[in-house]
């Protein structure tokens, strides 16, 4: 019997449940550094809001459908997925656990997810892949002087595409941050910032991305270090139809429709809300990735049926690390993809590209 109820309401594992791992992540960071991940900017309307935009969705039940067995297996920039999800760039990982990206790229090749490398990561470019190859190989870097460097060196490492932030020229105004006073070990952000081999060093970053009146890129400057980028790039932190066909128009292969889970803008409209006017701006064939406020399977069921291709996870990766390493991400991973599964089974769609519009209803209230 044990056996059998494990498959379900699992009695032998550490974490049962996404709340679990959580409260691990919760009791296992200090309060400071809990509340960076937490936070968001200013008065947290756009936090909230990422939440509130998926309470408003119901899926709908498909009886008798005949599907047993869905696949979650699906394809991003000619890349392999056996589950729609992609972990997100966070930085200062080593903050939450000693093996930070090192451990999402391993739990991410494990569970044929992918995971896009952090510039501001506490390891290098060049480690990450090592430790996941079969995940790592997407690289975020920020639009400033040094990008188009950054791109010659992780096409070297075998990376396949980058990642450009575009919503976050200067932090945004982390309230909690700056409550906590919170000044965390720069050398948490340094995986790559070395100041080495014509690498920018974290204070010179920082003190663009910590400064307001630094000088901040227009689209003609991305349009400019693009052109030589020799890979595809996706634009991170696209959040209206105009933003997206300025990406797509200098060449953005994809979009991330983002508001950086909250922490930029706020109040900004949550990502869900702005992706179906995305999408139908991109046409159907541009990839769209969505991120911020993903936490469920249920959540990643609706971005698909709202245009999405696939999600990125933010903090939920970085509790699965908090709570345990690789083990604590991998976790994160199969409950998100097993409910999704099970989901998939009950509302009667085989594949993911199935999950379309018809499949969700907006709630009335
Ligand atoms: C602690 C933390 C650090 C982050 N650092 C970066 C970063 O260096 N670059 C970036 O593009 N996004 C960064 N993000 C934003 C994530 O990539 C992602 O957009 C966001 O977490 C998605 O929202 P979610 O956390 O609700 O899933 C960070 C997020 C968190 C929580």
């Known amino acids: 019997m044990t056996a059998q109820l494990d498959s379900f309401y699992p009695t032998g594992v550490t974490f049962g449940t996404l709340d679990e791992i959580h ?15 937490e936070g968001g900017a200013g008065q947290e309307i756009t936090l909230r809001a990422n939440r509130a935009a998926f309470e408003r969705w119901r899926i709908l039940p498909e009886p008798m459908s005949g599907v047993g067995a869905p696949s979650t297996a699906t394809e991003l920039l ?9 972990t997100a760039p966070f930085g200062g990982d080593g903050l939450f656990h000693p093996d930070g990206h090192l451990a999402v790229a391993r739990a991410a ?21 090592e430790a996941g190859p079969a995940a790592a ?42 409550g906590n006073r919170f000044d965390p070990d720069q050398r948490f952000f340094a995986g790559n910032l070395t100041g080495a081999d014509g690498a920018p060093g974290v204070a010179e970053v920082f003190g663009q991305l910590l400064k307001r009146g630094a000088t901040v890129w227009n689209w003609d400057q991305l349009a400019e270090a693009a052109s030589r980028f020799g890979m595809p790039w996706i634009a991170k932190g696209v959040l209206t139809p105009a933003a997206a066909e300025k990406a797509l128009e200098i060449g953005a292969t994809g979009l991330v429709v983002s508001n950086h889970g909250g922490r930029q803008v706020d109040p900004a409209p949550a990502s869900l809300d702005m ?20 936490r469920t399977g249920a959540d990643i069921f609706v971005a698909l ?61």
């Open 23 to 37: 409260r691990a992540a919760a009791a296992a960071l200090p309060a400071d550094v809990f509340d960076f991940v």
């Open 137 to 178: 190989r997407i690289a975020q870097v920020h639009p400033f002087a040094h990008a188009g460097a950054v791109a010659a060196q992780v096409r070297r490492l075998g990376y396949q595409a980058l990642c450009v932030t575009v919503d976050c020229p200067v932090g945004g105004f982390r309230t909690r941050n700056m």
């Open 78 to 86: 000619g890349m392999p997925l056996a589950t729609p999800i992609l």
């Open 275 to 294: 992706l179906p006017r995305i999408r139908a701006a991109a046409g159907p064939d541009v990839p769209i990735l969505l991120d911020s406020g993903i």
């Open 109 to 129: 090749a494990g569970r044929g997810a992918l995971a896009i490398v952090p510039e501001a990561g506490s390891y290098s470019y060049r480690r990450v892949r």
């Open 305 to 365: 049926a709202l245009g999405a291709d696939a999600v990125i996870i933010g903090r939920s990766a970085l509790y699965g690390l908090a709570a345990a390493g690789a083990a604590g991400v991998d976790r994160v991973l199969e409950l998100l993809t097993e409910e999704l599964r099970t989901l998939m089974i009950l509302a009667g769609a085989a594949t993911v590209s199935d999950i379309g519009r018809a499949r969700v209803l907006k709630a009335d209230s």
